[in-house]
């Protein structure tokens, strides 16, 4: 009944009449699309000027452009006899056909913006053209010219003025309540096109202010424009790049530009994208590019991109989007993808090729040796490890150095290409995070993140980041320069905190070290119950070592899986240890520390809260990791002695000149060059990247400033 009787209701409303809008209603209409805010009409005004091969463009804004927007250029100027049409939709001097969209490079060509703007706003144009003795005013209101345009005293070019925006537009109007906003958005927009147009002189002033906001003198280079618009700290990390390609089947385009290293960073990325000389946005790319830097920046930091490309006219449809804000390209998906790798590629050269390629042999990555000398230092380090128990290997007495570790550790590039070293790393780091597992997700490794953010202090971060590495004052200090001030800064507590930071941001997306020899966790557990037993921790009572190794091992079996997947560190199922994670990219730790590390995990992590066992984890992954001191103790302070081999204690003085182990003395000095080498090439260049400092370093010691340079001279000797 009652579907019915409203089923009537329907029936009998009437079909309202169709009428045809008002011209004046649909101009407005149209107008409010083009013209979306202040800043699209200065967009407009400027892109006219630079049509009109302008040299110089200044801006003048009152009320964030609501008010005032006045835009004046040294252009061609308009001719007289073109001013009655020059406000009504559809008229325009750079574009005559259809086909002539195909090859347009002027920035305008639809005719619509000056028209558009009458509709909303009152518009006044001042020009002159060349070879005139004086110019004109006009003025014009919904397309058409308000009176006969007067004669007027004029410089070159042309300056138009639109006032009272959006006057019939009340809604329109209230919505833009912060001017400052608005005139942010315009500042911005002028911005862009005076990085991209470096020949010609911007400058942008607000009503009532005596300064400009904006200005380039339209002589400099890029990055002076961009000096003096987003400031150096911008300006100094600036690296160039090019990309290009030519082959159709997959997109025919050349690009230029300048992106920030990763010595910079910032709250939001800055995109600066030209196409064609037209200021677009395009979505895809930014992201791209985005998560190139977020394998590199600290998590939160963001980078300034610059990039101009150009690609035939016929691949970019200009035409799709009322402001022409957005393009669509053809192949969009290739250029993407080429001018990503680009920026991966360059960013891996500006900063860390640069530190990694000069290095000498790394423990563990021996394996991919370059040079002869690495050759043999590696066959040096391999011939000394007979195929015995790692337990007999491992060097667990510092009074008896007799083994290393160096041959479990082989670095393994994911994908197998080994001899492309860092790149294929970051490369591979690059790919994980565009498909991050879900897992990485976890709130509790969000919130320990957070903490490190929040417990960030401010002055040591400035510290860290623009030090200077002097070089290594005793065994854990360095010497650094900041400014003019001297620090000495605890390394092993730097590198460790540093490790942790960088589990933390890796978790769940490492790449492995895989062990090529993989040592069985029971024996790693004996020899630490040994070095326990030394430092008087295990006796007797506590029960046979054997069995505690035995708990211990099968506590850890119940966790292998979380180990691997979250920490990237693998225990196969017959308990031998064969992935570690890459924590920091080219770096290995050091293996004597392996057992040490097994021992921790099984005792020390809290295996009670999701959040307690990853912290825990994670710090005892960064004090493996950490830069220690080598176990063996450093030949060019301890002198040979310590590396005489004792045959019975009395034995020792007539022993002295047959039985100095040659070969661990040269080990150690390797180990100690080689750690002193990572300390200065990948540590520092990595806490500049990386650390957040916490509070507490303020004062426990890591950092010590010293006063007195006269007391540094002994050091300064030493480096
Ligand atoms: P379009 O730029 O799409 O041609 P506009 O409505 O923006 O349309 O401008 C209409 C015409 O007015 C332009 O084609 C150009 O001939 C002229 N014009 C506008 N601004 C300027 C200027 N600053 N200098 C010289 N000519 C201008
Ligand atoms: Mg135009």
Not at 420 to 437: C, E, Y
Request: glycine fraction near 4%; charge should be negative.
């Amino acid at each position: 009944m009652e579907a019915r009787s409203m089923d009537a209701e329907a029936c009998s409303v009437e079909a309202p009449p169709i009428r045809r809008l008002e011209e004046s209603v649909v101009n407005r209409i149209a107008a409010g699309e083009v013209i979306q805010r202040p800043f699209s009409a200065v967009k407009e005004l400027v892109e006219n000027s630079l049509d009109a091969s302008s040299s110089s463009i200044n801006v003048y804004i009152k009320d964030g452009g609501l008010k005032l927007i006045q835009v004046s250029d040294n252009g061609h100027g308009i001719r007289y006899e073109d001013l009655p049409i020059l406000c009504e939709r559809h008229t325009t001097s750079k574009l005559t056909s259809y086909e002539d969209l195909k090859t347009i490079s002027s920035l305008g060509f639809r005719g619509e913006a000056l028209a558009s703007m009458t509709f909303v706003a009152h518009v006044t144009v001042t020009t002159i053209t060349e070879g005139q003795t004086h110019g004109y005013r006009a003025s014009y209101k919904d397309g058409v010219l308000e009176q006969e345009p007067r004669p007027c005293a004029a410089v070159k070019g042309t300056q138009i003025m639109v006032e009272n925006l959006f006057y019939n537009m009340a809604a329109r109007r209230k919505s833009f309540k912060n001017l400052s906003d608005e005139y942010a958005r315009i500042l911005d927009v002028i911005s862009r096109y005076a990085i991209q147009k470096i020949n010609v002189s911007f400058s942008c002033k607000k009503h009532g202010d005596s300064t400009t906001d904006v200005h380039t003198t339209g002589m400099g280079s890029r990055i002076d424009a961009i000096r003096s618009i987003y400031g150096p700290s911008v300006a100094r990390e600036l690296v160039e790049i090019t990309a290009s390609d030519d082959d159709i089947s997959r997109s025919i385009f050349k690009m230029e530009g300048l992106v920030s290293s990763a010595n910079y960073s910032a709250k939001k990325t800055t995109m600066v994208l030209f196409i064609n000389d037209r200021l677009v946005e395009c979505s895809p790319l930014k992201k791209a590019i985005e998560v190139v830097y977020s394998a590199i920046l600290p998590k939160a930091s963001k980078p300034f991109i610059y990039m101009s490309i150009v690609l035939p006219s016929e691949h970019v449809d200009v035409n799709i989007h009322p402001t022409k804000r957005e393009v669509s390209l053809l192949n969009q998906e290739s250029l993407v993808d080429t001018i990503q790798n680009a920026v991966e590629a360059k960013l891996m050269h500006s900063n860390t090729t640069r530190i990694f390629y000069t290095q000498k042999t790394l423990p563990g990555i021996s394996k991919v040796a370059n040079t002869e000398e690495e050759e043999s230092l590696s066959q040096k380090l391999e011939t000394k490890l007979p195929n015995v128990p790692v337990r007999k290997i491992v060097r667990t007495d510092s009074s008896n150095p007799a083994g290393r570790m160096h041959a479990f550790l082989q670095k393994k590039p994911n994908g197998g290409q080994e001899a492309q070293g860092d790149l294929v790393t970051i490369r591979h780091a690059v790919r994980q995070r565009r498909n991050p597992k879900e897992t990485a997700d976890l709130t509790s490794i969000h919130e320990l993140m957070d903490a490190v953010d929040r417990n960030t202090h401010s002055g040591l971060l400035d510290i860290v980041k623009d030090c200077t590495y002097v070089g290594m004052a005793d065994n854990t200090s360095a010497l650094v320069q900041y400014k003019t001030q001297l620090y000495l800064v605890n390394v092993v507590k730097l590198s460790r905190e540093l490790m942790y930071q960088q589990v933390i941001r890796r978790f769940a997306h490492f790449d492995a070290l895989q062990l090529s020899n993989p040592p069985p966790i029971f024996e790693l557990l004996l020899i630490s119950l040994d070095e326990e037993e030394r430092s008087g921790l295990w006796d007797e009572s506590d029960g046979p070592k054997e069995q505690i190794a035995r708990l211990n091992v099968e506590l850890l079996e119940k966790k292998y899986e979380m180990l691997k997947e979250y920490f990237c560190v693998g225990i196969d199922q017959q308990g031998n240890l064969y992935n570690l994670p890459l924590v920091l990219d080219q770096y290995t730790p050091d293996m004597d520390r392996l057992p040490q590390f097994v021992w921790t995990l099984t005792n020390d992590v809290d295996w009670d809260t999701e959040k307690g066992c990853f912290e825990s984890i994670a710090a005892a992954i960064g004090d493996f990791y950490a830069l220690h001191p080598p176990l063996l103790p450093n030949p060019s302070e301890e002198g040979p002695k310590f590396y005489q081999i004792s045959e019975g204690n009395d034995h020792m003085d007539q022993q002295k000149e047959t039985n100095i182990d040659e070969d661990l003395i040269e080990e150690a000095k390797i180990k100690w060059d080689q750690r002193e080498w990572a300390i200065q090439h990948i540590l520092f260049p990595s806490l500049k990247l990386f650390l957040k400092p916490p509070k507490e370093m303020a004062s426990d010691g890591t950092f010590v400033q010293v006063a007195c340079l006269e007391n540094l001279f002994k050091i300064f000797e030493r480096c």
